[in-house]
């Protein structure tokens, strides 16, 4: 509880704000020692707020671990907290993992606390900051921290996942050879890949047309295979241009054409039996972030997609920077 009280009276409590006396900062949390009030009473300090605690707070520090225990899952390790704030890392490269619901839901509920994450369904880097959580005073109640310990909802709420083993095939359809054009998409996809140890199984090549297309699909060389990448020499343009016709034709289907990510509107998603497939837009050729790495780390880590989860990727899914000139 903060509370205003006479600098005389303040010994051992905890000062609620930082004072700076000729120089010397006293930094707020810090326990009020003898020489702290000598200090305040030469600069005629009268008054200070401080934070009392009783028998029923839980300090600051302990309530953040507490608190990040339960909500972290796998591959996430507790940083050890300072002034109640506990940084959580990602032990693996991978795809952060949560129910934005639950988390908002957690700080919606409790005025004493703040979990800060990055946002869901992001890849992360091993060691890589993802979030904290921040206890706001100087301690909490037994009571209110039991209270959000005892909701099962929020137990393993935030897990950082790794990439699936995946047979991941990418498809070169073009009626011409072009060498450069065709190492710049095999290095850019690769590049992505990396990120989340994973790499392409192998590179296959054909004419850009209906049958040969669907005749690749439905060969023996990607039989195995978990992902396939369709990148053709022109863009897919309409939901009954080449590449989508020849899925048709194999018996595959279209999930959703176009998505509303700029750079990344031409990308057509669908499946073949149990593949996941991808008909690649051409702004793939470059590593720069754009909406193909959006549908790419969701199928690599499993995610569930769906036309619908196409279509909320409009939010978030500009890349472009563009400043317009006047």
Do not use: W
Not at 90 to 116: E, H, M, P, Q
Not at 161 to 174: G, H, Q
Not at 269 to 283: A, E, M, S, W
Request: glycine share 6%.
């Amino acid at each position: 509880m903060l509370k205003l009280i006479l600098v005389n009276k303040s010994y051992k409590r905890i000062l609620a704000h930082s004072i700076e006396i000729k120089g010397i900062k006293l930094k707020k949390g810090k326990v009020i020692n003898k020489s702290d009030i000598k200090l305040l009473n030469d600069i005629g300090k009268k008054e200070v707020y401080v934070f009392e605690k009783n028998s029923q707070h839980i300090d600051e520090n302990k309530a953040s671990v507490y608190i990040s225990n339960l909500i972290i899952g796998k591959n996430i390790i507790i940083n050890r907290p300072v002034n109640g704030r506990a940084d959580l890392f990602s032990k693996i490269n991978g795809l952060l993992d949560y129910d934005k619901t639950l988390l908002f839901r957690l700080n919606f509920s409790n005025d004493d606390l703040a979990v800060a994450m990055l946002k869901p369904l992001k890849v992360v880097k091993k060691n890589q900051l993802i979030g904290n959580v921040k206890i706001l005073p100087y301690a909490i109640t037994q009571k209110s921290l039991r209270k959000t310990l005892n909701i099962k909802k929020y137990s393993n709420l935030i897990n950082v996942k790794k990439a699936k083993n995946k047979n991941i095939v990418l498809v070169l359809s073009s009626d011409e050879e072009n060498l450069k054009i065709n190492n710049k998409i095999i290095d850019s996809v690769n590049t992505r890949l990396l990120n989340f140890n994973l790499k392409l199984k192998q590179t296959l090549y054909c004419k850009h047309n209906e049958n040969d297309i669907k005749n690749i699909l439905l060969s023996k060389n990607i039989s195995n295979s978990n992902i396939i990448l369709l990148y053709g020499s022109t863009s897919i343009v309409d939901k009954n241009d080449i590449i989508p016709r020849a899925l048709k034709k194999a018996k595959g289907k279209v999930i959703a054409y176009g998505a509303p990510t700029d750079p990344g509107n031409l990308l057509m998603y669908g499946t073949l039996k149990n593949k996941k497939i991808i008909g690649v837009p051409g702004c793939a050729k470059s590593i720069i972030r754009n909406g193909f790495d959006l549908i790419l780390e969701r199928i690599c880590f499993d995610s569930s997609i769906n036309k619908r989860v196409i279509a909320e990727l409009s939010c978030g899914g500009l890349f472009k920077k563009i400043i317009r000139k006047i």
